[in-house]
């Protein structure tokens, strides 16, 4: 029965595809952490800018 099941190869195509799609999305969350950390520092030097630039305060 267990040699059976060892060689039974029904449902091996849907393990197939949730491997594939674990590393398509583990993938994606490096990819969108690498784009965050490089996004930064151009964030904060806009911010910095900003609020230091001095614009009609009182009307």
């Known amino acids: 029965m267990f040699a059976a099941f060892l060689s039974d190869d029904?449902?091996?195509i849907t393990v197939d595809?949730?491997?594939l799609t674990a590393a398509i999305v583990g993938l994606a969350?490096?990819?969108v952490a690498l784009i965050q950390a490089?996004?930064?520092s151009p964030t904060n030097a806009l911010n910095s800018s900003?609020?230091?630039?001095?614009i009609?305060?009182?009307?």
């Open 10 to 12: 029904a449902g091996a």
């Open 17 to 19: 595809w949730v491997v």
């Open 29 to 31: 969350i490096a990819v």
């Open 38 to 40: 490089a996004a930064e």
């Open 50 to 54: 900003v609020r230091s630039d001095i």
């Open 56 to 59: 009609a305060t009182e009307f």
